[in-house]
Structures are given as C-alpha cells and as structure tokens.
C-alpha cells in the first residue's frame, strides 16, 4: 500500500519539474537601486548589481565587485523588467538593501514605486529608503574609498546615522505605516553627493501624498527626531545667553515626544516634552564648572537648544499644512471625540494649536577630567 | 485502526488548538476592523463559549454517539441521512477551502511559479497519508506541533519588541460597535465554530468529561495564540493591518536583530503549515468517518483517496484571490456555516430533548 | 509447534537389529564424511555403535566418559537385555547429561547438535550422551559498541556462551531462557530471554507466537529472526533493536524488554524497540549525568543535521535565497560563480561518492580501507572544488551531514534513506517540501508500533515524566520508574541521592 | 495531454486501493468507492471538456449571495 503511495508520489513529482528552482549563480543579486526620472519622463532604473566571480578568493584582479545596470519604462515595474533585455540573469531583489529616489521622480510621485515594493513578495519592506538631490544613478555611481559594495556601505552609513541623529531612516513600510494612519507626511532621509568618493547623509525630505514638496533643514529635522522620540544617541550644542559658553551634551538616553491635551477652559494644546540624560562631552570655560551657580544657566541654555529645535519643526509643519509630526493623528488617537468635532476646520484651527514645552535635562558625568583648563 | 484511541485529554487540547489556528493564524481575523481586531477575537470567543456549552450539553447528552449518530437519532433515518448529507457537504467545502486557502498562500509568498494544481495535490496527498494512519498519528502529531506553533508565536513577539509602538492601539475603543459585533460573528464561524466537526470525533475519544476539558482549554490556548499575534500585529504594523493581504507574515518580515537574526518569515510560514495541515487532515478525516457512518461501512480506509480526488478538483477551482477570500470569509461563509454550528446543532438538541422526555413519559401512561 | 515440513523424514523409531539401525542412520547422514560411527562391543559381548559428528564433540569427554567406561564394563555381560540400558546409564557412563530417546528424527537432532548417539543391539532405544565440544571464538570486545567506561566483553557466536553471560550478570532464578528451534533446515537453536514478573506475559506470548510462526529454511543470524517477526515491514525504521553487549542486554531485560539470542550470531534482539533507544548508548548509564546529558542532545541535533543538511543547503541555495544573510549569501555566491551543475546534482554526485566510500571503507580489508578513505578525502575535498566542479560550500556541507550521521549509528542506514527523499521533496517544493517532507516522517513516526508499544513513545505521546531519560539522561537516583511503555514498576527506593558525609559538629 | 494525466492519476488511485478493496467482502464498502471515483472521474473529465467551471464552494458562494441579496464582487471569475 505504501509502496504504491510512494511511487505515485514519485512519479507526480518526476513527471514535473521544479518551477520555482533559480540557482544563484544565474541570478543577478541587486545591492542598491536608484530611480530616476528620464528626459522623456519615463522612469530610470539604475542597479548596483553583485559581480560574484570578483568576490571569491581566487577572483582575478581587475574586475570590480559590482556593476551598474541601467534600464528605463514606462512604470517602475515595466523599467525594472527592462532591465533584463540587458542583463544576462534574471534580477535578485530580496538582498537589496538600499532605494535612492531622485528628486526629480519624488517630486512625480513615488507611489508606484511604494506599491510595488510591498506588494511583491521579492523586495523587502524594511529595505531602507533615502530621497537624494541629484540624479540617483550618480549616488549609485559614487566610489566610495571603504567597502566592497558602494550600495551596503550607504547603508551602514544610513544605519550610523542615528549616532548622530541628523536624519531619519525611513523604509517603505514606514511610510505606509504612517499613510495608513493619516498622517499625510513622511519625512525622508536625505542623501546627497559632496564629492567624487563622498557621500552625506543627513537633513529630510518632506514627502506629501507620495510626492516630494520640500526639505527639512537640519535643525527642523532634529525638531522632528526630538518630537518622534526617534533620538537615542547624538549632541546637543549649546551657548549660554549671558557668557557665551559653548558647552556640547552627549546624550546618552532620551525620551522625548508630544501629546494632545485639553486643558481646563477647552482648550486644545499640545505638550512636548522631553527627558534628557546626557554627559558633558565638551566644555570651553575652565572656572564655571566647579561654580554650583553657573550650572543653570547651562541646563537652561541647553533646554533652549532642543526647544528651539522643536519649534522649528513645528512651524515647519503647520505651515502649509504639512502635517510630518502627525499632530491631526494624536488628536485623533487620544483625543477622538475633540477630533470628531475639529475635523472638519482641523486646516484652520491647526497652525493656532498652542505648544507648551518640558524639557528635563539631567547631566550625569563630567567625562575622564574633572575640569577644563 | 478504527475503534476506541488511546487519545489523552492534551492531546484533545493540541488537537483543538491546532485546529483553531489552522488557517486563522494566515489571515488576520477582524480585518476589517483594523487595530480593533483583538476586541472582534473577544467578542467572536465569548459567543463561542456559548456554542462550547452547546456542545458540551450535547456530547453528555449521548455519549458514545456521533453527530451523525445523534442526528439520525433525533430525526430518523430518512431526514437524518439528509441532515447528515448536508453536514457531509459543509465538511467538504471546509476541507475545499482550506486546501485551498494554503495552496493560494503558498502560490502568492513562497513557491510562485509553480503551477496550483501540483501544490494541490501535493498537500491533499500529503494529508491522505495522515487520515489513512488514523487519528492517533495526527493527535499526537499535533500535541508536538502545538509546542512549536505557540513557542514561535511568544518567540516572535519578543523578537519584535523593537519594533512595537504601543500608540498604534489608541483609542482603544471603537466608534463603531456594530461592526466589531459584524466581525465577531464572523469570527465565530471561522476558527471557532468550525470545532463542531470534533463533534464526529469526540465519542471515540472517551467520556465527554475528559474530552471536554482539553476542547475547552484547547480553545482558550488557541484564542490565547491568536489575540498574541492580533496584538504584535497591530502593535507592529498599526493600520497597515487593515491593508495587508497576510499581516502576520508582513510583521514576521521585519524581524531584524543585529542584521543576523532575519528573514524568519519562511520559517514562520511552515508553522502555518504545520498547523493548517492539522486542520485540513482534522477536517478530511471527520469526512472521512461520516461517509462511513452514513454508509453503514466497516473502515473508511478506501474512501480516503477518492475523496481526494475530489478535494483537488474542488480545492483548484475554489476562488483564488485574497480579495474573493475576503468576501468568502466575511459576507458569505458565516451565513452558510451558522446552520450547521448553531441552528441544526439546536434543532438535534431540541428534538433529542423531546424524544427523551416522551420516552420517559411512555411508560407511564 | 513446529511446522510440518520441519520433520524431515517420516517419523520413525529405532529397530530392534544394530545393523539394521546403522544402515539406516548411514542413510539419513549420506555418508558424510564429519559423521562417523564407532562400532564396538561392550564388555566383548554386547554389539554397540556410537554416532557422532566429528569437530562438535570434545574427544577426550567422549574417551574417558563414554568408550573407556563401556568397554571395559565386563560386568554388564551379565545384565539381562532388558534392564541393559538402565545399567548403562546408571552405572556406566559417566558423563553428566544422559538421556534415552527412541525416535530416530530427535536422535539425529542431537546428534547434529554435537551429542554422541550409541546405539545398542538388540535395543529400540539409543542413549544421547552430551559431549558437546567445538571450538569457538573467545568473548572478546566488541567492535561496534565501543567505550570507554563499562564492560567490554561481548556477545560470541555461542548460544550457551551468550546465556552464561547473561546469567552472569542477572544472578535470578526469575531470568528465564525459552528455548525455541526454528529453521527447518537449519535447525537452529533460539533462546527468547526475560526476567518473570518484570516483562509483560502478552509481550512474551506475542514474541513467542511470533517466532514459532517463522516458516523458514533457515536461520543464519538474529538478523533473519527481526526481518521475520518485525511490526512494520514495509517502513525504513527499524522497529527491533539489537545489541552485542551483554550489559546492554541485561539493562534492557530489566526495563521488562524480552531478548531473543539466536544460535550463531553474536547479536541479541531486543524487543520492543523504541525510537529514542537509538540515542542512548550504554555508557550513558556508567558515565556520570551531566556531560552524558549534552552528548545525548548533540546526538539528537546531529540526527537532525544529518538528515536535513543537505536538503536545507539546496533550499537556501535554489529556493529561498532570500533567507541568506547577505554577507553569508555574497560568500556562497562567489563560490558557487561558475560551477557548472546545479545544486541539486552536485549533492547527489557528492552524497553518492560518500555512501560508496563508506561502503568501501566497511567491506575492504582495513589497510585498503585506509587508503579509500585518503582517497576519496583528496577527491572529494580537494580535487572537486579545485577542479571547480562542486561549490566549497557544498563540501563542508556534505563533511558534516557524514560526520553527524556517524553519531547515531543505530539509525546509519534510516538516516541515508531519510536524506535522500528530503533532498528529493525539497528540490521540487523547497522549504514548502521540506517542511512537509518531514511532517510525513512525523506522522509516518507517530503512526509506528513495536509490540504493542508506540516506537516514538514517550516523545509522541508526550510523557513528561520520561523525559529525563529521552532527550538528556538525568542521575541514576532519579529513575524511579521503568519506562510507562514497557512496565511502570518502582525500580529505585526513594531516598537514593547521595548526601556525602554529615557534618559531625 | 490534461485528459492522460488526469486519467493516470485516477488510474493510479485505483491501482493503490484495488487490493485493499479486493480483500474487503463488504458490497457497501465496493459501492460507495464507486460512486466516489466515479464522480470524481466524471468531474474532472467534464471540468477538462469546460462543460463545468463552478466548485462546490463556488455554488455555497453564489447560492448565499443570492440568498442574501449582495452582489459578488468582480474579482471573482
């Protein structure tokens, strides 16, 4: 009887190949794709692909570890298809690690792109997104002077990044995650070429209804790290007021975010707020620091520092209604019958919200010297 | 390999918790309800409990009977065969769909090219291999898998803590309460209701006093799993829920802990099959022993392949698209599946009730 | 009891004429050449033969027990005829086992069991004399269960040897040998062992009624013995265990197992097997808890990489790729760049080079075996990446499924087949066929019995309590019970963790 | 080519169950395999001629949405 099973089971599956069987060597395993929007406005296609047989140990010399790919079409989907009239394997996409839109493309509009990417069962969501000024395939293109691949390095370099929280890091899910629940803008990382070997990543890129329509200066996207509570690590710069001192805080832990409440009267505010514990990382004045009296002035300048920050943000988001730190979905969230009745004039009421700010700042350590000289 | 388990009361409770999470743990129930889903679970559970009572009333009431049994009992062999019939028809279309469903899975995640109709046979197969080595293989099969699947699930989580953001749950109640109770209902019918098909298991297993406990906390280790995941779920992904065609596997997705522990989703997708494998050859075999039962047969071995047969023909052409799953699951399969869950379980109860009282009375007067 | 065509000729008794029954044993043996008969007179009167078999006898106990005595017995030429064998026995022979027999076919049963058969004219009986003497290997340590801590003698081709082991180290009226012959041809001697009261009577009458069923020619090893009494024929697993060890044997009777120790072969069944018998090895229990316990884990893990191995490598390399970390995935894929088969093939062409050098290290004399293994370590490890036909990779993997499937050799030849069909079912449905490949094998696992036991029991069903001899071996004081499979009876008293020495202050 | 294939499969169903069913002196048991594989059979062949397209969770679908009075989205055949 289980003889019988066996061999009908064999041959069913004999009598068939295996359909879904790729080797990988007769794959093209992508590093990176870059987006670009051509001159006849169709969407460009660059990849940065693996070059295998330069990777082993005994690969000759001379051959770089990876190669760029170019193809262009009418949709993502079509110009990423294209890609194989030149190609010699069928493309990888689930070891890609990094997509760079060029500004170009995000100011048309990401959102084939975005659909493509999650729902595909290749490419990953939680590849990294970056938006970059310039032409994508030339980030792409950028030798940088450490690394095998150009297109993991960025990703280091995207990953690095929250040391010094300058710049969000943002994936397709994210944003979807964020277009899901209403809040109309996703802040994106902002890569940009410095020169031939370098690359910098750091400010965002405001994305509304999947098309870019500005950027974030560097002190508007701490506003929105701060706001997020997306910082864990970083400095916070700051001088007194009265003389002049620059004293630089590491942070070592930080919770900071907002939330939307009605005070006594009705009316609605929201109130940010931040707990910082930081070590003094650098200090110029050699007497104040052992003056009990000077300290503070420190705390307060430093406070001053991230309030100043998150108010740029903040500005930055209800101007023109572009709500990136979604306030309309706090309110929606913790406040649902305030946000049944504002709804339908929240564009208005908006901008008028008042913003209170707490921020505690808690210095723990001098570092290795007791005093500065 | 027919005739009275040795089938102790966990293995009951692997059975039934399996059972449970079968196909469910694939798509996020209570969809529709976005980050509310875990109140529909609740809802969907606290009215299974009723069904449970049910059941249980039922299975003391006759024990040592079938559903099948009961039903000819309490009308008659002529309108119990048809009910019975019927019962057979709801069973298959049950096992349809949930070859169906897997096969659909893994046609649209894993194995893309290759064509459905051999990933249909391959696991329809595969689940005759296990119907025809009894339900002591799949029992105990299923007590080791329950250990798998519920340790993945917790594993999971915590490999996710990273990435939950407790916000995503806020408001925690509803404005609109009529379609969590929507969705309840249609929870009920699909994983929990389905249990009714243990009903032509069951009487095989021992007293309903010992079988009855492992349903119970079958269930509630099963309703435990699935609020787990509901919860990761919306706490991962927020309102994405409501978007994706299989949350559970898109959470799964992003799993990354120091760039090495990653890409776990395949392997939690042969959870999922362990599971639903439990379920389809749970389902298959109770078709299998009501056929036999209604045909008055000795051993159902010999049924098992036909009805294969038939399985695949019906599982390949069931709808193929989340979309029209959806539609099933939500507009359509809970009317359909309510009859043989509630009102034709009542209705036997009912009249089993009557016929008992009568005969007591008989011979008094 | 035995089966009809075991009598070989009709059933016949003695003649009363020597001659006459000479002619005929002559007849039944065929003039062959080891049979000799010894003609002589006792006391210078009497006409006498002796039957024997020459090499199954020991010729000084035949001269100085049986000859010497009869012919120089000239007291028995005044014995009348009838009471003549009698005498002899009582009186005359002084060898220990003595007994009378009249029916030629057990006569020739002894004799062929290396008893000598002296005929008597004018008598219808012959006496069976027992001078048993051939010679056999020496107990000697055995060679497939090795260790280093335990006793290292071994089972001998010898039944009364093997027994006398046993009963060596069970000192137990209760230790009970059934004797059983089987083999119609053959004839050969099979001992069912266990100990009374410990052993369940179902057990044994089933063991029992399975042997006495055989209906065979011959039996030339215990191994024919399993293959024809065995639950599952037609499964890859193995359902009867055996062992070479005596000690190993002894531990299992006293779990309430039931051995069978067959004439000729220097293994002794046990039955009923149950899967996770195949991890544990007897030095497990001499050795002390702990180390013992990770070593059976790694032996588990090990069975389990050896049979997935393989298949895993070709799921990550031709399926889900994507389940590769990318720095991992970069590597394989530089060394995968530019061999010309497929995944699938190099491992069959590798795992087809590694069964035959197994075999070839096996079969061949050891110092050609050493040589085949050099070589095929060059070929496979050296020659064939180089040459650029398999992957390095590949090799390592196909290194380590061979060095893990060494661990548990009681399932070598299971472990292969197992391999073979999850490469197959995984080259066609990758993780998907993987994953089902081996819910096939748990349910074809489930669904085994070995005498009315489950073969996976206590991992399916769960016993919790058994765990702490399945998947680690927890101290001796703690085995309280027998295995619930075989007989759930108390083994230990309570108490038996050692204290060490009270502190006296 | 559909038609070869589906008939072998039968075939090889058959095949496996034959002896089993040869053993078995139950005409019930002979009966119902028959009227089982041979639905199966006729299904199948008439799903291949495309005289048939519908399953039978298809017809519980249609059937409840007619009952119920909704409409079935497009998506489906």
């Known amino acids: 009887m289980k003889k019988f099973n066996l061999l009908l089971m064999a041959t069913l599956l004999l009598a068939t190949s295996c359909y879904d069987r790729r080797e990988i060597n007769h794959l093209e395993i992508v590093a990176g794709i870059g987006f670009d929007l051509s001159n006849d406005n169709q969407i460009e296609v660059s990849f940065q692909i693996l070059n295998a047989g330069a990777l082993g140990k005994n690969a000759s010399g001379g051959l770089e570890p990876y190669w760029i790919l ?296 001098v570092g290795m010297v007791k005093k500065s000289f | 390999m027919e005739g009275k388990y040795p089938v102790s009361s966990r293995q009951v409770l692997a059975l039934i918790a399996m059972f449970i999470l079968g196909t469910s743990l694939l798509f996020s129930l209570g969809q529709e309800l976005g980050r509310h889903s875990w109140l529909g679970i609740i809802t969907g559970f606290i009215a299974f409990l009723f069904l449970f009572w049910l059941y249980y009333f039922l299975l003391k009431l006759e024990p040592g009977k079938s559903l099948f049994g009961l039903n000819e009992q309490a009308f008659g062999r002529g309108l119990g065969t048809v009910i019975n019939l019927w019962y057979l028809i709801y069973f298959f279309v049950l096992l349809s769909v949930v070859v169906g469903n897997f096969v659909d899975f893994i046609n649209s995640v894993i194995l893309i090219q290759t064509p459905e109709i051999l990933l249909t046979i391959f696991l329809t197969l595969t689940a005759a291999y296990a119907v025809k080595k009894g339900l002591e293989s799949i029992a105990r099969l299923s007590e080791i898998m329950v250990f798998c699947v519920f340790t993945t699930a ?183 599946a309510i009859i043989f869950q509630l009102i034709l379980i009542l209705a036997t109860l009912i009249m089993l009730l009557i016929k008992k009282q009568l005969g007591r009375r008989r011979p008094t007067i | 009891m035995r089966p009809k065509e075991a009598t070989y000729f009709n059933k016949q008794i003695l003649h009363t004429s020597l001659g006459k029954n000479i002619q005929a044993m002559k007849a039944i043996f065929n003039n062959s050449s080891d049979c000799i008969f010894r003609e002589f007179t006792i006391a210078e009167k009497l006409k006498a033969a002796l039957i024997i078999i020459d090499g199954l006898i020991n010729k000084e106990t035949l001269h100085e027990d049986v000859i010497k005595p009869l012919m120089f017995a000239y007291a028995a030429s005044e014995i009348p005829p009838k009471r003549i064998m ?197 030095e497990d229990y001499y050795a002390r808890p702990f180390f013992m316990s990770f070593i059976r884990l790694i032996r588990y893990l090990s069975f389990l990489i050896s049979i997935t191995a393989p298949a895993y490598y070709i799921v990550l390399t031709s399926f889900d790729i994507e389940l590769l970390p990318t720095p991992f995935l970069i590597s394989i894929a530089a060394s995968t760049e530019g061999t010309p088969f497929p995944a699938i093939v190099e491992i069959m062409i590798m795992g087809f080079f590694l069964e035959v050098l197994r075999e070839a290290g096996v079969r061949m004399p050891r110092p050609i075996g050493q040589a085949v293994s050099i070589v095929g370590a060059l070929v496979i490890g050296e020659a064939a990446v180089s040459a650029g036909l398999v992957a390095a990779p590949l090799v390592i993997v196909v290194a380590v499924t061979a060095i893990t499937s060494f661990i548990v050799p009681a399932l070598y030849e299971e472990g292969a087949l197992l391999r073979i069909f999850l490469i197959l079912i995984s080259a ?77 202050s | 080519m559909t038609y070869i294939s589906i008939i072998s499969i039968f075939l090889g169903i058959f095949l496996i169950d034959y002896p089993g069913l040869k053993k078995d002196k139950d005409l019930n048991e ?18 291949n001629s495309g005289l048939v397209k519908n399953s039978l969770p298809y017809l519980v679908l249609q059937a409840v949405s007619f009952f119920r009075g909704i409409k079935i989205p497009p998506a489906f055949h």
């Open chain 1, 70 to 365: 170019q193809s262009k079409g009418k949709t993502t989907f079509d110009a990423i298809r294209k890609a194989t009239y030149t190609s010699p394997n069928k493309l990888f996409f689930s070891h890609n690690q990094v997509i760079i839109i060029s500004e170009d493309l995000a100011k048309q509009g990401i959102r084939g792109i975005m659909d493509l990417w999650l729902r595909d069962e290749e490419p990953r969501e939680d590849t990294k997104m970056t938006i970059c000024e310039g032409k994508a395939i030339d980030i792409l293109k950028t030798k940088l002077p450490h690394g095998l691949i150009p297109a993991y390095e960025i990703v280091n370099m995207i990953e690095a990044s929250i040391v010094a929280a300058y710049a969000p890091i943002i994936t397709p899910i994210d944003h979807r995650r964020l277009t899901a629940a209403n809040i109309p803008c996703t802040v994106f990382g902002k890569i940009v070429k410095t020169s031939e070997t370098e690359l910098e990543y750091k400010g965002g890129a405001l994305v509304k209804d999947d098309k870019l329509v500005d950027y974030l200066t560097e002190t508007e996207t701490r506003g929105y790290l701060w706001l997020k509570c997306k910082i864990k690590d970083g400095l916070i710069i700051a001088k007194t007021k009265d003389s002049n001192i620059v004293i630089t805080l590491e942070i070592i832990r930080a919770k900071s975010g907002f939330k939307p409440v009605l005070t006594k009267n009705g009316q609605l505010t929201f109130r940010a707020r931040a707990d910082i514990t930081g070590r003094l990382g650098e200090f110029e004045d050699s007497k104040s620091i052992v003056d009990p009296t000077a300290w503070p002035g420190f705390i307060e300048a430093l406070q001053e520092t991230v309030k100043e920050e998150m108010r740029a943000a903040i500005a930055k988001a209800t101007y023109n209604n572009l709500d990136f730190l979604g306030l309309n979905d706090s309110v929606r969230k913790y406040l649902p019958k305030t946000f049944k009745q504002l709804a339908s004039s929240w564009e208005e009421i908006m901008p008028l919200i008042p913003f209170t700010f707490e921020i505690n700042i808690q210095i723990i350590g």
């Open chain 2, 154 to 336: 917790i594993v999971v989580t915590l490999l996710l803590f990273d990435k939950i953001d407790t916000t995503n749950f806020w408001p925690l109640w509803p404005q609109n309460w009529a379609l969590v109770l929507r969705s309840g209902f249609s929870i009920l019918t699909f994983p929990f209701g389905e249990t009714v098909i243990f009903l032509s298991i069951f009487y095989q297993l021992g007293g309903p006093q010992k079988v009855s406990k492992g349903f119970f906390w079958g269930s509630v280790v099963g309703v435990f799993v699935l609020l787990v995941i509901a919860l990761r779920n919306i706490a991962v992904l927020g309102e994405f829920v409501k978007f994706s065609t299989y949350p559970a596997y898109d959470s799964v997705r992003l799993i990354n802990i120091a760039r090495f522990i990653t890409r776990a989703e395949v392997v939690i997708s042969l959870n999922y099959m362990f599971a639903g494998y439990v379920k389809a050859t749970t389902v298959y075999y109770s078709l299998c022993l009501g056929l036999k039962e209604i045909f008055r047969l000795k051993t159902y071995q010999h049924l098992v392949l036909p009805i294969a047969a038939l399985v695949i023909l019906n599982a390949h052409l069931s709808f193929s698209t989340n979309v029209q799953n959806v539609f099933f699951a939500f507009e359509v399969y809970p009317f359909f």
């Open chain 3, 86 to 282: 009698p005498y002899l026995q009582t009186k005359l022979l002084t060898a220990s086992e003595v007994k009378e027999e009249t029916d030629i076919s057990k006569i020739i049963e002894a004799i062929l069991a290396g008893d000598c058969a002296l005929l008597v004219d004018n008598q219808n009986t012959a006496i069976i004399i027992s001078v048993k003497g051939f010679t056999t290997r020496s107990v000697a340590e055995p060679t497939a269960e090795s260790v280093i801590r335990g006793p290292r003698e071994g089972f001998t081709e010898a039944l009364r040897t093997n027994t006398s082991l046993l009963r060596r180290k069970i000192k137990n009226p209760n230790l009970v040998f059934e004797t059983l012959t089987v083999g119609v041809r053959t004839n050969t001697l099979v001992n069912v062992v266990y100990v009374k009261g410990l052993a369940k009577k179902e057990l044994i009458n089933e063991v029992k009624r399975r042997i006495q069923a055989i209906n065979i020619d011959q039996i030339l090893d215990a191994g024919y013995i399993e293959q024809l009494i065995e639950d599952n024929p037609l499964s890859i697993f193995a359902t009867i265990g055996f062992t070479e060890k005596p000690d190993v044997l002894a531990a299992k009777i006293l779990e309430g197992r039931v051995g069978v120790l067959v004439d000729g072969s220097p293994n002794a069944l046990t039955i009923p097997l149950l899967f996770s018998e195949k991890f544990q090895t007897a």
């Open chain 3, 428 to 504: 066609f449905f990758g993780l998907i066929g993987l994953g089902v490949g081996f819910l096939l094998l748990l349910v074809h696992l489930a669904s085994l019995r070995s005498f009315g036991v489950s073969f996976m029991s206590p991992i399916m069903p769960l016993e919790g309590e058994e765990m702490k001899d399945t998947f680690i071996r927890a101290p001796l004081w703690l085995f309280f019970r027998r295995p619930k499979a075989l007989n759930n009876s108390i083994r230990l008293g309570k108490g038996q963790m050692p204290k060490g020495e009270r502190d006296k």
């Open chain 4, 30 to 47: 002979k009966i119902v395999y028959g009227i089982l594989f041979s639905v199966g059979l006729a299904y199948a062949l008439l799903i």
